[in-house]
Each structure stands twice: as C-alpha cells, then as structure tokens.
C-alpha cells in the first residue's frame, strides 16, 4: 500500500470530532515503516496527503529517495498557514553506527538481545517494533511542535530516528544492566533459562490449548496452582520469576506447573481462575477470532460538555507559566500523574522530556517499583528509566484527604494522566467530569489495558495478556511456531507512547478549539489502552516479515552493560546513576 492510500485509509476510520490538523497537508517521503506509521496517525489527526508517497514499508533503507533535511528512514513535510514544518526520520540518529533496517536497529540496540532471552539466544522479533516506535515518536514531536507554535515558538524541523525509538524501548532493560553492582553476586540476567525443564508462559491445557495467565497477587498465585493440585515447593519457586518477568524478559517457571495445566481443560483451568481471582487467556494467533471489538484509532479524543453550576478557575494556562522554548515546547504546562508501572508512567516521562513539569502522585511511602534491585542512589534503577526528573507529592487516594490533595494538584494542571483500574476514578469521584469543574480546559488521560473491549470488568491489562488476547502473539513467535507473546514489555512501552501522543493531540485541539458562550474550554478526554497500541502494531508492524527480512548488517549486541558502555551510543545516552536513553528527539528553529 502506497503511503498516501494509508493516509486516505486511516483518515477514513477516524470516528472522532476531533481532528486538531484539519486543513494541514503532509507530504511523505521514503519507504519505511516509521514513516507509514507517522503518515497513518497524521491522517487519523485531519492531515490531507499533498503528494502520492512511496511503497508501504519493507524495513529497509531507501537511501535513494534522501534530500538535504530528508531522513533516510523517510521524511514528512506540514504545510500549514504559517509555513512547514518538516520530520525528519533516520535509521540511526545520533547513534554512531551504519544502521540501514530494522534488522540492524534490532541486532545493535538489544531488542534481540532481550526478546531472545526466553529462547536462550538473541532472537530478533518477527515485526517492525523499532520502526513503529519511531513512526509514534514521529508524530509526538510533530505534535510538540504545532502546541509551541501556537504559543509563539516557532519550530520548523523535528528530527527522531529508528535507534533512538529502540533505545526507548529497551530503557528499563539498559537501566538495571548499567546500574552499580553492589554484591558481587549481582549478574547481568543469563541469556539461558537455569533449572532443568523449567520454562516459560504459555501453558498448554490437557485439551491442547495454549494461555496465559496473570496475576498481580501472590496469594491468588498460590490459591489458583493449590486448587489445581501442584506441588507446594513448584507453586513457591514459581512466583519469584513469574512477577520479575516485566523486569527480566524471562520466567523459568518449574516443569512441574507446565505439567498441572497439562492434565486439566481449559474450562477446568478458566473456572479455577475465576474462583481465585486470577485472569487467564487463550493465546491467539492474527486469524483467530477478536475476543472483543478492537480499537479503531490508537486514541480517542472527546470533548465534555461544561457545566457553569461548577466551573471554577483559568481554562488556559496561567500567563505566569514559562514559555516553550525550541528545545522544550511543552515547557510552561504542568502535567499531573497518578500511574503505576509502566505504560502510565511512560506517558508522563515522554511529556517531560518534552518540557512539561511532571507532579508524580505516590501513595504514602513512595510507589512500591522504588524499592525494586538494582537500586541508585537507593531508588530502583528500573523506576528511575520512566520517573527520572518527576517532582512527586504522596497522597492516599483511598481517603477523602488524598483525594483533596490530588483535586488541588489539578486546579493548576493542564493534563492528568493516570492507568488506575476500571471502575475506580469514578469510585473515587475523579473522572473526567468531576475534575470538569476543578479545571475547566483540562486534558483528561487515562491509560488502561483493554479499553472498552471487553466490558466494564475485563481481565487484569498486563502486557502479556494483551500480547495473548490481542492476536499479537501470533506475530512475536518465531517463525513456524505457534503464537507466543515476547516477554519483552512490548505493549507497555508503545502503550505509553500512544497515550503521550493522544494527549498531545489533545493539547492541539485545545490550543486551536473555542470556548463556550461563558469563554470556558471543555473537558478534553483521551483514552488509550494496551489493545489500543496492539493494534498499531497489528496494523503497521508487520510491515517486513522476519522470513524474507534481510539479515542485520551490524555486530549483534548480547550484553546491554557493553552497550551501555558503548562510545557509539554516547550520544543517544544519558547518566542518571545509571545509563538512561536521551530526549529522542532533536527541534530546530
């Protein structure tokens, strides 16, 4: 498909009144799946294609088709009233390295390296990960641009490129490797899963169908594998690597739990599940059918109406707030964050990166990730990869108190971003339309695991599960296996950069959007999910199937210490106690 029949494709899926870019044409260049992604959520954002663009991307260089400014992984121009803005998108950036395909980015920036750690050897994932990453940071910086412009600082070029979205991508991961060892017993993870037979998830039931299951809860774990009758020491030793999966990319669980689920059915497992509160999930493969409506934009953007009854305060920003400047165009906004784990916390740290001033809302005693080994400086070095530079205040928002807290946070704020559980900001009186008149004008984002898809108690939103349920597995397997979810945190990283991304767009829209008869700004709504950002990659990602993929043309990284290490990479890195990816972004007036 053309770039310019993806533009016209997505535009045409677009169910939302909001299309900040309306009126904008963007032109494409190049051939890559950066670029398809960036044109497909650009037309989603009202852009009009200027020109025809080229072939849908293969995951190659099309160095033929690279001008002055032009990126070699593809270029896109903005014409708008006020002059362009040009994105350009490179392969390697600042990364001193001849990265020409996916398959390089992947071999030189530890995707493959830390994919393959489930198999016990580098194993490059079979879909353009990298270059959907880079084709969202695309967007995100285009966006960055357009909000400064409309407050007074002019940026005419964006630069992002594949290495730097991989990087991002593997941040945790190159957090824990480059952080001071403390024992001498502490190891990078081995690339060999240790205990004999031990493997990971999926299991497989007596009547042949693989699933995976989650829980967030130790005593649920032992709950569901003692109803199942597994031996006592398997369901112990089994819990350690099962909850450090997210951290690890690996889970050697105890042979004798693949062998429990092996002697029940599925209906028997499912039903163990939902008496002991654990969430379970056939894996399924891209034809499968879709255990629920899927998304049909990686974001939704709704406008509340407002109510004068309540109304209070500034709808725009306050005059005393900092300008953007060009290397910080959401300087001046405030962005109020209660999240946990990744996807959440992600969002906030691509808008800080941005220039915004991050308020983190912690429960009493700091968020329990700050105590997770390695530690720097006596904070989690894997914390420190999506919270480094936040300022935080502690609130219990189990209690009315917290609660005041936070509602005062946001008097002031232009975003609240937070990935609580379903159910729960309308429990506690902090949905969209209660902080409607503590803050008129507000973005209001909420990052969740399944969206609307399955209803209003779906099953826990984790990565993984999503990964199973979402028909991404099928495309993160080895080639002629059965699907198989990477234990790579896939879908928590690109979830949090599609949730940055629609609050961007909400920030679009508001700073062009009108006001009511009484002068107020709405509400602006943005809601993203994990199954959102499965389906980006669903969608996109498959863009260079890994069976006719060239193979990389650069040195495979096996160890993300070296890589930290790396002078090459110096200039896409940053230190923090610890090695941490830099802004991956570069703005030029």
């Keep these: 498909m053309s770039v310019d029949a993806c ?19 963007v032109s494409a260049t190049g051939g890559s799946t950066a670029l398809a992604v960036a044109a497909g959520h650009l037309a989603l954002l009202g852009c009009e294609p200027a020109t025809a663009g080229l072939e849908h991307g293969t995951g190659d260089s099309r160095p033929g088709h690279v001008t002055g400014d032009a990126g070699d992984a593809g270029t896109l121009v903005a014409a708008t009233g006020a002059g362009s803005l040009t994105c350009a998108i490179d392969w390697a950036g600042p990364v001193a390295l001849p990265l020409a395909s996916e398959a390089d980015v992947q071999s030189a920036c530890g995707i493959a390296h830390i994919h393959g750690r489930r198999y016990g050897e580098p194993t490059p994932l079979g879909l353009d990960y990298a270059g959907t990453v880079a084709g969202v940071l695309a967007v995100t910086g285009m966006l960055a641009a357009f909000h400064a412009a409309a407050r007074g600082t002019r940026i005419c070029r964006v630069r992002t490129s594949v290495a730097q979205g991989a990087l991002l991508a593997t941040g945790q991961y190159l957090a824990m490797a480059s952080a001071p060892r403390t024992h001498p017993s502490d190891r990078p993870v081995p690339l060999r899963s240790p205990g004999p037979g031990a493997g990971p998830p999926p299991f497989t039931s007596a009547d042949g169908i693989r699933f995976e299951i989650e829980t967030l809860d130790a ?10 009758d597994a031996e006592r020491t398997a369901i112990r030793r089994g819990w350690s690597p099962f909850q450090n999966r997210f951290a690890t990319a690996v889970c050697p669980l105890p042979a004798a739990l693949h062998r429990v689920t092996a002697r029940r059915s ?22 499968a059918p879709e255990p629920g409506a899927l998304p049909e934009t990686p974001w939704t953007v709704r406008a509340l109406p407002t109510d004068r009854r309540t109304a209070a305060g500034p709808s725009v920003p306050s005059p005393a707030a900092a300008s953007p400047t060009v290397s910080r165009p959401l300087a001046g906004l405030v962005v109020v964050e209660s999240a946990g784990r990744v996807q959440g916390p992600l969002a906030g740290h691509v808008l800080a990166r941005l220039g915004a001033r991050v308020v983190k809302v912690e429960p009493p005693g700091g968020d329990p ?20 530079g936040k300022d935080v205040v502690e ?9 005041g807290t936070l509602r005062e946070l946001v008097r002031d704020a232009d975003v609240f971003l937070h990935n609580w559980a379903p159910g729960k900001a309308a429990a506690w009186h902090l949905d969209a339309t209660d902080l409607a008149g503590v803050r008129p004008g507000l973005v209001y984002a909420r990052a969740s695991g399944w969206g609307e898809a399955l209803g209003p108690t779906p099953p826990l939103g984790t990565d993984y599960l999503v990964q199973a349920g979402s ?12 699907p198989t979810p990477s234990l790579m945190t896939l879908l928590d990283v690109l979830g949090g950069l599609v949730c940055a991304e629609g609050v961007l767009a909400a920030l679009v829209a508001r700073s062009t959007g009108g006001r009511d008869r009484h002068g107020s700004a709405p509400v602006l709504r943005v809601d993203t999910s994990l199954l959102s950002a499965a389906t980006v990659l669903t969608r996109h990602g498959s863009g260079a199937a890994a069976s006719h993929r060239p193979g990389p043309s650069v040195p495979l990284t096996s160890d993300l210490t070296e890589l930290a290490e790396d002078l090459r990479f110096g200039a896409a890195l940053t230190r923090a106690g610890c090695v941490l990816p830099g802004t991956p972004w570069e703005f030029t007036a």
């Excluded at 209906?267 to 034809?287: H, Y």
């Excluded at 609130?395 to 609660?403: K, V």
């Design 266 to 287: 599925y209906q028997v497992i499912r039903s163990v599940a939902a008496r002991t509160d654990v969430s379970v999930l056939p894996v399924r493969g891209p034809d």
């Design 219 to 228: 005593e649920a774990w032992q709950r569901f594998w003692t109803v199942l």
């Design 369 to 388: 990730l700050r105590g997770a080994e390695p530690l720097v400086g006596g904070c989690s070095a894997r914390f420190l990869a999506f919270n480094h």
């Design 7 to 25: 533009v016209r494709a997505e535009a045409r899926r677009t169910p939302e009144p909001h299309r900040p870019l309306a009126g904008i044409q």
């Design 471 to 482: 028909g991404l597995a099928g495309l993160t397997a080895r080639h002629g296996e059965p």
């Design 395 to 403: 609130a219990n928002l189990r209690t009315p108190s917290g609660r």
